[in-house]
């Protein structure tokens, strides 16, 4: 298949990990995808309680990357104070056989702890 990099006839050119990692990597990104594919729609302040150690600037700016990529929608209602809530698109939600391929494969490891 042409179309799925397999090295070491991988043409460079055709291969989509480099812009799935841009959409996707980074230390932050998963642990949002992962909360909103599999807990469903959050508020901000949610997502920040459920992932420790991330700063309100970081997950704003992830939040807004992933929005970007069509990832994540944002949806804000008209009320005082504002709610906003985050959800995961269907291309987001596509991405939970990932999620699934990668705990069978830890599941499936030699664990040396």
């Not at 990529?69 to 008209?78: F, I, W």
């Not at 596509?94 to 499936?108: D, Q, S, V």
């Amino acid at each position: 298949m042409k179309d799925v990099c397999q090295p070491p006839d991988c043409e460079v050119e055709l291969c989509p990990a480099p812009v799935i990692i841009g959409m996707i990597g980074g230390k932050w990104k998963l642990l949002i995808l992962q909360i909103l594919i599999f807990r469903g729609t959050k508020r901000f302040g949610e997502l920040r309680r459920l992932i420790d150690g991330v700063t309100q600037t970081m997950l704003t700016n992830q939040l807004r990357a992933l929005e970007a990529d069509g990832l994540v929608s944002r949806k804000v209602y008209a009320e005082v104070p504002p709610r906003v809530e985050y959800s995961a698109t269907q291309d987001g939600k596509n991405l939970e056989a990932m999620f699934n391929a990668m705990h069978a494969w830890w599941e499936n490891r030699d664990h040396k702890e």
